[in-house]
């Protein structure tokens, strides 16, 4: 296309985005005008895409990091021949797949979900570590940032990942558009100072008048022939581009135009321009990863492991069985134990450093190009994530990830360290397993059984070593329990999973030498619960009390509650949770502390049982 | 003191810290070795504190971000005479207050928890940003960061915020120790590559040797001769300096040295250093910040107004009855209506762009120096600050915390824009509150309410209207309720909470009119929950039915299956909420589609109560 076609295309994108916005009567146009001439030019003679072809390995990724800018998305995907006008008119409505913010689930040209601000670029950079690092087809990641969002740290991590990876094959495109939701951003139409940012993070920077389509054109030729940095271009845009009654002016963020049919007076009209876009290379489907059968790791009964090392030791020997297995780790992979990951498959092991929005996202990045990530750090520092899971739970991304040093057991470290929420954060995620084991062997084989699961899979381990009380043969079911002790003369049943579970068991054998028979469910699958096993213990054994070294808020107890969801009665159910806040201490210190040690759980089994004969 | 009994200081500091860790059997000695001189200047000659008197209004700060190097701050402490030797030997043992992180709660020199990494420089920039703009009376913040966590992008938040608001009072001294936990940082010794990226962000840099004592005088003193930018003392250092068997070597983080007394004899054995920290200039308490009565806006029944409208209104109104009220924002105080109180109060309304961990950390910092802080964002964008949110909670942080545009009520924006696990995010936070009105009345009453509050106080609002279905002088405790429809011959008791109270009503209506009596609970307060009307509830109607706007993991249903914990039989209890993923709709759609609207509700209700009667 010559200079006038793309600048015709430019006002097409726009006339397209003014118009489904209308039709919604909601929307961004005017944060989809401002970018319209970048789109245009990157569709018309950058982008190698095969709409028809989405899953093809050499097509280049474009993530549109201000997801907010959907009309402008739609209305290129109408250019290039992917939908019809009648569905752009569809924007925003009711079972429509173009919704307010890209979801892939819908879509199949959508890489990630977006809408939360800030989250588009990490979720490139594992994008493009895939396409630099495993795959090496050529493909290019092309992604679309507003300027606000330039204010979220995670660009940042983003900003340093890429740099320190020398991402050549990513190129961030900014909106600089200067006006926010409420407001003028900090830095307005100041390029120099987001130059400068990216400049210290390790980037090629390319400054323009994004409005002018030669110059943008010559800008992603740049891009392209730059080798061994990442390259940000930052476009001077104006917000509402072309329609005088909103160009650059407040007040106008997420509302279709005042008057739609004059803006596109204004914008000259329709236009039916068709882009034919650039053809991906050829380039070989992903070659069959798996090179050899499953060897997990064996453990004795009897023998005492941290769960955290089996978990190590499995998915080291998961990354044996399948090459599609790729590590990431937040910078503490001694304590994680995807150090012994890391030596064995160096290929596919990524550092993040500490870094958990950058650690989740490139997660993300990786599972979109086809490859089973397990990400992994502390427990507790996974909730500065939150939003990145939550996120990928939209985009329907499958994700491992794996929390260690839950709980008060840690110890000493006191409860900066503690993972004490996150059985809740996980729990509450759309579509999630949430797994805690209490053995080597029961995390072995969840490890395993991880990878075939879908959406967002959590794995809890422990830093302090428990007893392995399963042999190396026994199966956990996603969705099932082990019931470890049970008679028909139970009068309790303690539910209990992970550290708690070896406690319990502990104060069955101490309640049994009293002569208080109580039975015993290691509920490793928090979610889901085994509803039926819980059930039937309510309604056999009368009062179930259920231990955890968790927040007494959305972990076992809610779990084991939910159980009894369908509106069946429950007899009794008492929790014993962490309920005041831990200082330092050793690890049965703290279990004891917060009463669900053996100790904790008998004196409380007793009483109840005690209770239910007064009653 | 001159060079030598600098360097003296730094021996000690060394020693003690290797003596504390010892002691404790863990802990970070090497991470305080290398720091250690930075600590003995800074305490011997520039920090101006009252040990007696922590609360001194123009005490300076002193924030240890790198929350791990504790055995350092316990024997600064301890060379400072806040301390005895036999404490600092108490170092994370039960019962100490010495713990491995530090915690205000329990130590009253520390401003705010630390040991999650990353967030020490953002509280940092809340405090510096209260001094220089509310109180003026000269402290200066002084926060030591190591090298590890500059790769957080919260750093990056804070270093953007700071540099933008021209923090001249703050000063961040990085310990560049070049090792983090598992290995060497991606910038090792590079003091220009962290010196280039806070430059980028408008910061005065100073690069010196970490261990040359008048170097470091020297760059204090630059650094408080510095205005109108924050500065960055960025050090080089050698992790476990001074001890052979560790120093600059991988391997030693987090652990005890191998051999203490070996490790004492090499630094020269123990010293017995009594540092005089200089006093702060006299300063003025803070004055009494109440200027008038509370005229809360009142709304007429029938009228509909949004919760996020009545939150906007009432927190101006706190903002005119109490001067210590400060409101922040994430770029978003158009939707959350805090622009409000930006026009009323503009002193005290912080503009924090669209950083959810930093506008969190501000308000945090704020907190410290006796502000009232209200910050709000969308409720889906507050899990950004989930990691800040936690550590607050370990502070003992007084905080208000709004979430608007909750649910699927929102409509047309989609999934990325909805608030859908706040509630139970917020529920697992340690001694939070858990507010969510369904009217504007309602809302006022909470947020004057939540201000007596201790701990983290949440409140959720919506960004739809609703009825005014309380009149303006109706009273809502935290921890109670509101039981709206009632009778001796309900049949089952629909709770409610937010935009579902005004369908529970509509579905009690339609059930009414067909003979089925339901009693409705508009459960107000989430966290605390009233017990005691839901057991009440429960034993006279049979039946529980929660509907909520949230996922069905960890809000309303977990709240109110909470309620009969105690071990009571919970009849039945059955739960509406939102268990697909949302697509774009209206916002009665959405409503609809969830089952949680008045059909959605009556639906249930029918079949629970026909069931009953089979049974």
Redesign the interface.
């Given at each position: 296309m010559n200079t006038a076609e793309l600048a015709e295309l430019g006002q097409q994108l726009r006339v397209d985005s003014v118009r489904a916005s209308a039709a919604?009567?909601?929307?961004h146009p005017t944060s989809s005008m401002s970018a319209a001439d970048l789109v245009a030019v990157l569709l018309a003679h950058h982008l190698r895409y095969d709409f028809e072809r989405p899953e093809h390995p050499a097509n280049d990724r474009f993530v549109l990091s201000k997801?907010h800018a959907t009309p402008l998305l739609y209305a290129a995907y109408k250019a290039a021949g992917a939908i019809e006008d009648g569905e752009l008119l569809t924007?925003?409505?009711?079972?429509?797949?173009?919704?307010?913010?890209p979801?892939p689930?819908?879509l199949p040209w959508v890489e990630t979900?977006?809408?939360?601000?800030?989250q588009g670029l990490p979720v490139g950079v594992g994008i493009a570590l895939a396409g630099k690092r495993l795959e090496r087809t050529g493909y290019r990641v092309w992604v679309l940032c507003g300027d606000?969002?330039l204010?979220?740290?995670?660009?940042?991590?983003a900003a340093?990942h890429a740099g320190?990876e020398h991402l050549d094959n990513l190129i961030a495109i900014v909106d600089v558009n200067r006006l926010?939701?409420?407001g003028p951003?900090?830095h307005g139409h100041d390029l120099d100072a987001y130059a400068?940012?990216f400049?210290?993070?390790g980037w090629h920077t390319v400054e323009i008048d994004g409005h002018d389509v030669d110059k943008i054109d010559r800008a992603y030729g740049e891009a392209l022939s730059t080798a061994g940095q990442p390259v940000v271009i930052l476009a001077r845009t104006l917000k509402g581009k072309g329609v005088a009654a909103v160009e650059d002016l407040e007040g106008h963020h997420g509302k279709p135009l005042p008057d739609a049919e004059e803006a596109v007076a204004e914008l000259g009209g329709p236009r039916r321009l068709h882009v034919r876009v650039h053809e991906p290379p050829a380039a070989a489907a992903l070659r069959d990863l798996t090179t050899e059968v499953l060897q997990l790791p064996r453990y004795d009964k009897g023998d005492e492991v941290a769960t955290r090392d089996a978990f190590g030791a499995a998915l080291t020997a998961l990354g044996s069985a399948r090459g599609d297995v790729v590590a990431l780790?937040g910078?503490?992979?001694?304590?994680t134990r995807t150090?012994e990951f890391a030596k064995a498959h160096p290929d596919r092991f990524f550092e993040c450093?500490?870094?958990?929005?950058?650690l989740v996202a490139a997660a993300v990045g990786m599972a979109v190009r086809g490859w089973l990530p397990y990400a992994s750090t502390f427990a507790?520092?996974l909730?500065?994530a939150?939003?990145f899971v939550?996120?990928a739970?939209?985009s329907?991304s499958g994700i491992n990830l794996v929390g260690s040093h839950a709980g008060v057991a840690i110890?000493?470290?006191?409860?900066?360290?503690m993972g004490?929420?996150d059985l809740?954060?996980f729990?509450?995620?759309?579509?999630s397993t949430v797994l805690y084991p209490c053995d080597a062997n029961q995390t072995a084989r969840l490890v395993a059984a991880m990878a075939g699961l879908d959406g967002i899979r959590y794995l809890r381990t422990s830093r302090g070593k428990t007893p392995v009380i399963y042999g190396p043969d026994e199966e956990f079911p996603v969705g099932g329990s082990k019931t470890l002790r049970s008679s028909e003369e139970d009068r309790l049943t303690v539910v209990a999973a992970g550290v708690t579970v070896p406690e319990a068991l502990a104060a069955a054998d101490r309640l049994a030498a009293d002569g208080i028979p109580v039975r015993v469910i290691d509920l490793y699958s928090v979610?889901p619960a085994d509803a039926e096993t819980l059930q039937r213990a309510a309604e056999e054994t009368g009062?179930l009390l259920t231990v955890e070294d968790h927040?007494?808020?959305?972990?076992v107890?809610?779990a084991v509650?939910?159980a009894?969801?369908?509106?069946?009665?429950?007899?009794?159910?008492?929790?014993l949770a962490v309920r005041t806040?831990p200082?330092?201490?050793?690890p049965d210190?703290q279990l004891h502390?917060a009463g669900i040690d053996a100790v904790g759980i008998a004196a409380a089994a007793r009483l109840?049982v005690e209770?239910a004969v007064v009653r």
């Open positions: 919604a009567g909601s929307g997801g924007f925003r409505k009711l079972g429509s797949r173009l919704e307010g913010h979801t689930r819908r979900a977006t809408g939360s601000l800030g606000s969002e204010a979220e740290g995670s660009v940042w991590e340093e320190h926010g939701q409420r951003t900090r400068r940012r400049q210290a993070f780790d910078e503490v992979g001694d304590s150090e450093y500490i870094a958990e929005q950058q507790a520092f909730t500065r939150h939003d939550r996120m739970s939209i329907g110890g000493q470290d006191g409860p900066s360290q004490l929420e809740a954060m729990r509450s995620v759309y579509g979610k009062c927040r007494a808020e959305g972990g107890g809610d509650a939910e009894f969801a369908d509106g069946r009665p429950v007899p009794r159910l008492v929790r806040m200082g330092s201490a050793a210190e502390a109840l209770e």
